[in-house]
């Protein structure tokens, strides 16, 4: 093999190894924008789904009436004074720990009203 040979053969290992690169990046960038538009898809449907789930809690609250509200709240006071814990409570109720302590934290604050009313009147 001649030096002409030679480096037609390195210009042509060239030539292919900047093709196969160029090919790589635009492969890539196609994966890239693929991604993008399932990045954009996915967003989309968590947005909706949160509108969904805005929707039905709001259906929950206007269809809960307040006699409902009425006979949880007495539910729950009786379940706490009978001893049960919290989180049973919660689980056989259905209902929010937070909205439980609520619940408890109000009745107390009633039965320490009515104490000191009782004090204040037999004085």
Known sequence: MNAEQLQ???SL????GVVGILFYIILERA???ERKEELEHLEEKITSLQEYVHKLEEQQEESREPVEEENLKEKIIALYEDGKELSLIEDR????K?????????HNLKKSDNWRNSVNENL
């Open 8 to 10: 037609f053969i390195f």
């Open 13 to 16: 290992f060239s030539f292919v």
């Open 31 to 33: 994966k890239q924008e």
């Open 93 to 96: 109720l259905n209902i929010p």
């Open 98 to 106: 937070a909205k439980i302590e609520m619940v408890l934290k109000f």
